[in-house]
């Protein structure tokens, strides 16, 4: 049994460091910019980095998609079929970029009407994504990469390659920048560049460490391959489209109440995604030792190993609700000088330590069901959590407010959870 804990931590510790590393592209470019004395160069920035992190958002189903299918294949040791996937990745990932930088235009404006970003910020926030968009092929590129490795227990390549996209957009950005006085478009340029070298990195590794074998273009199209490559995406995306759909009506719900609520819920949910970080290198080693546990066809591994996972995600639910719990006020006055903001948010704080033990086992199923790629029943379990939130809010909403709020996004999340639970337990895959 310890064997599995030790397997468990080996691919989630390394995953950990990469998904707390991986939010750093974006925030360094705000920092940079935030000493170039002018509030719209920040806001230009803030601007463009959530344009791309939604269009980004959409293609994550090439991360997760790579990841169960090469679990499987490798767990299976048929390396024809982990080179397929790499291939196919590789082919959606260089055409899904292609139609981005054809359709620039549109996804622009598009993403600034949406926004309803002020006259001024507008211009910088467009030379900011324009300069951008060229690294769409080098980050969806990444995203299939990083579920490649991750299929074949491999962690530690996406973290070192993370470290390196992070360092190289601080050295280039801040040559660009002070150095030769580009300002924004430095920093476009800067991020730019560490895209593209984390990309290449990628290939490196690829090519020097794994080899993988030579696939032709027909074998990568083969229809029941492309078949069942595009069935488990396709349900991945549907169900981003679900979880874009709460997350934004939380914010828009919140911007409802005022700027203060508004504030104090972008607070809050800075505790959920320290949470979901930690969770979510856990939920990657359930991707890849549930795959490759199936693709072996060995059912007490499996089974051992989700009892495994369960007890892991229960404990860290556990030690971040009791840390929010008694620490949940020092963390805010970490966070914010402003003492109004603070004090509003201390009426919310509890909620903050409820929402861990909520949606543990949301994140540890995705994970698990990722490595079957039983992707349907993740698509149906968000769209009945889905349905759970949006009823509570209404109903639980105009009586107790922003408390209403929290707890539809609570039960949205335990439900997300049970649903999936109880679909193990009714059709396990071996």
């Known amino acids: 049994m310890k064997g599995i804990y030790r397997d468990i931590i080996r691919i989630a510790v390394p995953s950990i460091i990469t998904n707390i590393t991986t939010p750093l592209l974006s925030l360094l470019d705000v920092v940079i910019v935030g000493h170039l004395g002018d509030q719209l160069f920040i806001a230009a920035i803030a601007v463009g980095g959530s344009m791309f992190n939604m269009i980004y958002w959409l293609f994550a189903f090439l991360r997760m998609g790579a990841s169960g299918l090469t679990a499987q294949a490798n767990g299976a040791s048929d390396h024809e079929a982990v080179a397929q996937v790499l291939w196919r990745g590789v082919t959606v990932s260089l055409a899904a970029s292609a139609i981005l930088i054809l359709l620039q235009g549109i996804v622009c404006r598009l993403g600034l009407s949406v926004m309803d970003v002020p006259s001024g910020t507008d211009l910088y926030a467009a030379r900011y994504f324009y300069i951008l968009i060229w690294g769409a092929p080098a980050v969806l590129l990444n995203y299939t ?230 992707t349907r029943d993740m698509l149906f379990s968000v769209g009945g959590a889905m349905i759970v939130f949006f009823a509570a809010y209404f109903f639980l909403s105009p009586r107790l407010e922003n408390h209403g709020l929290w707890l539809a996004f609570a039960l949205y999340l335990a439900v997300r959870g049970v649903i999936l639970h109880l679909l193990w337990k009714r059709h396990s895959p071996l």
């Not at 086992?361 to 990722?370: L, N, Q, V, Y």
């Open 145 to 374: 990469f990083t579920g490649w490795f991750l299929g074949q227990s491999d962690a530690r390549s996406p973290m070192w390659i993370s470290t390196l996209i992070n360092v190289s957009n601080i050295l280039i950005s801040l040559f660009l920048v002070y150095g030769l006085g580009l300002k924004i478009e430095g920093v476009a340029y800067g991020t730019l560049s560490a895209q593209w070298i984390g990309a290449v990195a990628g290939v490196l590794v690829i090519v020097f460490r794994y080899q993988p074998r030579r696939v032709s273009l027909r074998n990568v199209l083969q229809r029941a391959g492309l078949r069942s490559y595009a069935t488990v995406n396709i349900n991945i995306l549907l169900r981003t489209l679900c979880l874009i759909c709460v997350t934004v009506w939380f914010t828009r719900a919140g911007a409802s109440q005022g700027s203060a609520i508004l504030a104090v819920n972008l607070l809050l949910m800075q505790f959920f995604s320290m949470f979901s970080y930690f969770m979510d290198g856990f939920a990657f080693a359930g991707e890849s030792i549930a795959g490759n546990c199936i693709g072996r066809r060995d059912a007490a591994a499996l089974s051992e190993n989700v009892r495994a996972l369960l007890r892991i995600g229960t404990v860290t639910a556990l030690v971040f609700s009791v840390i929010y719990l008694f620490a949940g006020d020092f963390l805010l006055n970490f966070m914010t000088d402003d003492a109004g903001i603070r004090d509003a948010a201390s009426d919310y704080v509890y909620w903050a330590a409820v929402i861990p033990m909520a949606g543990f086992m949301a994140f540890t199923w995705d994970g698990i069901f990722i490595g079957a790629t039983r």
